[in-house]
């Protein structure tokens, strides 16, 4: 048995690997660098073209880019109309933006739990959770796999609500065939580097409905419109006049952050297909090791995954979560845990949520961490972080 580096034994790896990197080229710089020595770097055509494309490859009808994935979930809620006093049902297992984005308008977030599989918001607990107050439903597509789009729609259909997907973690996955980002009322985006493709910080919305479009539209341009159709005085002064008919936020992206996206979207289908062969060399390798469970996926996911999780089974092992965690950074494999459950924060105690509201999602949290998995990562370090997890799980089982 191979002593752990932790230990004083060798590391698998003689150079830290981190667990997301972007993938920024050449054709990426000189995108950037011809915008940047145009006539405009915002409010410019970059935008406008960003958006074509992001709506012919999600099969939305519209798209709005917007500065960074939270400023993309605070418009949706915007847009849906959600005020004081709503309710909003969400994930508990995600970033707190998920929830926050219910309380920048007011709103009251509500935590349904998660299938304890596939780590997903659970469509039962959905139900469960909705009052004459639920206003929407935020359902996070969690590393990248699809929610179960059908179960969910039906849901809000039936219960009159707003399906907001938060596909922050999704874009290039599927659901039966269909893109995400054309299946719910509006689904929200993320760009941030350590996302499949990046604008360094930028996110969208895809929206198919031409009302709910608009409101998005002027969310993210401070209620500010120069569209003769919607303002409300007449006649206009000039070519100039514009109007604020609602209260909006500055979330617009620049052009030099479009360009940078719209080049990465060219390699979008090739990220996917490399980040597909890194997760099946990781589930052929892990799946029936001891100690460890593999995340589920539902068979109408076709799924461009952005985080790889294992999860520890602490019933089989002789180690704590932080003891495996700081094993694998001696081995030179930093991991991360995604997420700390939201309600856990001191902000959301002080709102009055405590321990126990989700008990699937608070045993996942307890044994979950994410390992490497990038698309510029090669197969002698895919091999090292399987070396790592092995050695490590060896040392410690029981």
Same mark, same amino acid.
């Given at each position: 048995?191979?002593?752990?580096?932790?230990?004083?034994?060798?590391?698998? %790896?003689?150079?830290?690997?981190?667990?997301?990197?972007?993938?920024?080229?050449?054709?990426?710089?000189?995108?950037?660098?011809?915008?940047?020595?145009?006539?405009?770097?915002?409010?410019?055509?970059?935008?406008?073209?960003?958006?074509?494309?992001?709506?012919?490859?999600t099969g939305a009808k519209y798209a709005v880019a917007v500065s960074n994935g939270t400023a993309a979930l605070h418009c949706a809620c915007?847009?849906?109309?959600?005020?004081?006093?709503?309710?909003?049902?969400?994930?508990?297992?995600?970033?707190?933006?998920?929830?926050?984005?219910?309380?920048?308008?007011?709103?009251?977030?509500?935590?349904?739990?998660?299938?304890?599989?596939?780590?997903?918001?659970?469509?039962?607990?959905?139900?469960?959770?909705?009052?004459?107050?639920?206003?929407?439903?935020?359902?996070?597509? =969690?590393?990248?796999?699809?929610?179960?789009?059908?179960?969910?729609?039906?849901?809000?259909?039936e219960y009159h609500l707003v399906f907001i997907e938060d596909a922050a973690h999704a874009i290039g996955s599927a659901y039966n065939g269909?893109?995400?980002?054309?299946?719910?009322?509006?689904?929200?985006?993320?760009?941030?580097?350590?996302?499949?493709?990046?604008?360094?910080?930028?996110?969208?919305?895809?929206?198919?409905?031409?009302?709910?479009?608009?409101?998005?539209?002027?969310?993210?341009?401070?209620?500010?419109?120069?569209?003769?159709?919607?303002?409300?005085?007449?006649?206009?002064?000039?070519?100039?006049?514009?109007?604020?008919?609602?209260?909006?936020?500055?979330? %617009?992206?620049?052009?030099?952050?479009?360009?940078?996206?719209?080049?990465q979207l060219k390699k979008l289908e090739f990220f996917k297909a490399r980040r597909k062969e890194i997760v099946n060399r990781y589930n052929?390798? =892990?799946?029936?090791?001891?100690?460890?469970?593999?995340?589920?996926?539902?068979?109408?996911?076709?799924?461009?995954?952005?985080?790889?999780?294992?999860?520890?089974?602490?019933?089989?092992?002789?180690?704590?979560?932080?003891? =495996?965690?700081?094993?694998?950074?001696?081995?030179?494999?930093?991991?991360?845990?995604?997420?700390?459950?939201?309600?856990? =924060?001191?902000?959301? %105690?002080?709102?009055?949520?405590?321990?126990?509201?989700?008990?699937?999602?608070?045993?996942?949290?307890?044994?979950?961490?994410?390992?490497?998995?990038?698309?510029?990562?090669?197969?002698?370090?895919?091999?090292?972080?399987?070396?790592?997890?092995?050695?490590?799980?060896?040392?410690?089982?029981?």
């Amino acid at each position: 048995m191979e002593e752990l580096a932790i230990l004083g034994g060798k590391p698998v %790896r003689e150079t830290k690997i981190y667990y997301g990197r972007q993938w920024v080229d050449e054709d990426d710089v000189a995108a950037v660098a011809e915008t940047l020595r145009g006539n405009l770097i915002t409010c410019g055509p970059k935008v406008q073209e960003l958006e074509k494309e992001l709506a012919a490859y999600t099969g939305a009808k519209y798209a709005v880019a917007v500065s960074n994935g939270t400023a993309a979930l605070h418009c949706a809620c915007l847009a849906a109309g959600i005020k004081e006093g709503d309710e909003v049902i969400t994930t508990p297992l995600t970033f707190a933006a998920s929830a926050n984005c219910a309380l920048y308008v007011g709103a009251r977030p509500v935590f349904a739990d998660i299938n304890p599989e596939t780590y997903n918001i659970d469509p039962k607990s959905i139900r469960s959770k909705i009052t004459e107050r639920t206003k929407a439903v935020v359902a996070v597509d =969690f590393t990248g796999q699809c929610v179960e789009n059908e179960a969910i729609r039906k849901i809000c259909d039936e219960y009159h609500l707003v399906f907001i997907e938060d596909a922050a973690h999704a874009i290039g996955s599927a659901y039966n065939g269909k893109k995400v980002g054309s299946l719910a009322d509006m689904t929200c985006f993320s760009f941030h580097p350590v996302k499949t493709v990046t604008s360094g910080e930028g996110g969208a919305v895809t929206v198919n409905n031409e009302e709910l479009y608009k409101k998005v539209v002027l969310a993210h341009t401070h209620g500010i419109t120069h569209d003769a159709e919607l303002m409300e005085d007449a006649p206009h002064e000039g070519p100039w006049y514009y109007e604020q008919i609602s209260l909006g936020f500055n979330y %617009r992206m620049t052009d030099f952050q479009a360009a940078l996206l719209i080049s990465q979207l060219k390699k979008l289908e090739f990220f996917k297909a490399r980040r597909k062969e890194i997760v099946n060399r990781y589930n052929e390798a =892990f799946a029936d090791t001891p100690g460890l469970i593999v995340q589920k996926e539902i068979p109408e996911s076709d799924t461009c995954r952005h985080l790889y999780i294992i999860r520890l089974d602490l019933d089989k092992l002789n180690c704590t979560r932080r003891e =495996f965690f700081d094993a694998m950074s001696a081995e030179n494999v930093q991991c991360q845990v995604h997420y700390v459950p939201t309600y856990y =924060f001191p902000y959301y %105690r002080k709102l009055g949520y405590e321990k126990g509201l989700c008990p699937n999602a608070e045993k996942v949290y307890e044994g979950i961490m994410s390992i490497p998995l990038y698309p510029k990562m090669t197969d002698e370090e895919v091999e090292d972080v399987i070396h790592a997890v092995k050695k490590i799980i060896a040392w410690y089982t029981k």
